[in-house]
C-alpha cells in the first residue's frame, strides 16, 4: 500500500466517491459474460468498460449526450461486434439488468459506516444515472449511508467536465479544497485534482501513476485506506 502526503493541511469535511469500480465492482460482469461466452468473459468485460469511458468522453467533447444507461448498452453491442460474440437480445438485456445491480467490493460497506461514523457526510458523485445509482444502492441495502446522490444526467455532459465535479461543491456548500473526491480511475481522481477537490485514487490493480502533470492528493490500494489517510489529516 502507498500513501501519498498531501501538501495541504486542509481536512476534509465531506467526502463524495465515485461509484463505477469504486464503490461498484463492474469486473464482476465477468462471470456472466464468460457463461454466455467460454473464454471470451474477461475479454468483453475489460473491452465493454474501455469502449464505455470512452464513449462518455467523445459524446462530452462533441456535446452529444446520451445517457450513461444508453452509452454503456452501446458499450456492450460494439465489444460484442468486436469480438465477434453472437450476443442475442436477451443475453445483451441480462447483462445490462446485472450492470444495474453490481455489488460494492468486500470492504466498501464498512469504510462507509465507518466514515459517516466520524462525522462525515457521504455522497455519490458518478456518470449514472439518478435511477442506476438508485438501484444499486438500494439492492446493496446501502441508501442509509449518503446525503446526496449526484449524477451527471443533471448538467448532460460525463466526467472529467468541471460541470459534473460543481454538482458536489453546490451539493455540499463547501469550498472545493474541504471536499474529499475518492476514485478508483485514475483519470477521474486526476481530473477532480485539477478541479481543486483534495483527492483520493483506490489503485486497486498497482498501477503506475498517470502521466499528466498532476497526482492525487492520496492513494492506497482498497477503499479502507480513506480510513487510515483521513485519521492521518485529523491527527
Known amino acids: 500500500m502507498s500513501m501519498i502526503t498531501p501538501p495541504t493541511s486542509a ?114 458523485l458518478s456518470n449514472g444515472t439518478y435511477s442506476m445509482l438508485d438501484i444499486a444502492v438500494k439492492y446493496n441495502d446501502m441508501n442509509h449511508l449518503f446525503a446526496h446522490i449526484l449524477s451527471a444526467d443533471s448538467v448532460h455532459k460525463f466526467k472529467t467536465a468541471p460541470e459534473v465535479y460543481q454538482l458536489a461543491v453546490d451539493a455540499f456548500q463547501l469550498p472545493k479544497e474541504e471536499i474529499l473526491f475518492v476514485s478508483a480511475n485514475a483519470w477521474d481522481a486526476c481530473a477532480a485534482t485539477w478541479f481543486g477537490f483534495t483527492t483520493f485514487w483506490v489503485n486497486r490493480t498497482n498501477q503506475p501513476a498517470d502521466v499528466l502533470d498532476v497526482t492525487p492528493h492520496g492513494s492506497g490500494r482498497e477503499l479502507s485506506d480513506v480510513l487510515a ?5 485529523h491527527s
Request: proline share 5%; hydrophobic share 45%.
Open 11 to 124: 481536512s476534509p469535511k465531506a467526502i463524495a466517491f465515485d461509484a463505477y469500480a469504486t464503490l461498484f465492482d463492474v469486473y464482476c460482469m465477468e462471470a456472466l459474460a464468460e457463461e454466455y461466452f467460454p473464454c471470451q468473459g474477461k475479454a468483453l468485460t475489460l473491452l465493454w468498460r474501455a469502449k464505455q469511458v470512452e464513449y462518455t468522453r467523445i459524446r462530452t467533447m462533441s456535446g452529444q449526450f446520451k445517457t450513461f444507461w444508453e452509452v454503456t448498452r452501446d458499450a456492450l453491442i460494439f465489444a460484442a461486434r468486436a469480438l465477434e460474440l453472437p450476443m442475442n437480445d436477451s443475453q445483451r438485456q441480462h447483462l445490462m439488468n446485472q450492470y444495474a445491480c453490481l455489488r460494492p467490493f468486500p470492504e466498501n460497506v464498512a469504510t462507509l459506516e465507518a466514515l459517516k461514523a466520524m462525522g462525515f457526510p457521504l455522497a455519490i
Open 229 to 233: 489517510w483521513v485519521g492521518g489529516l
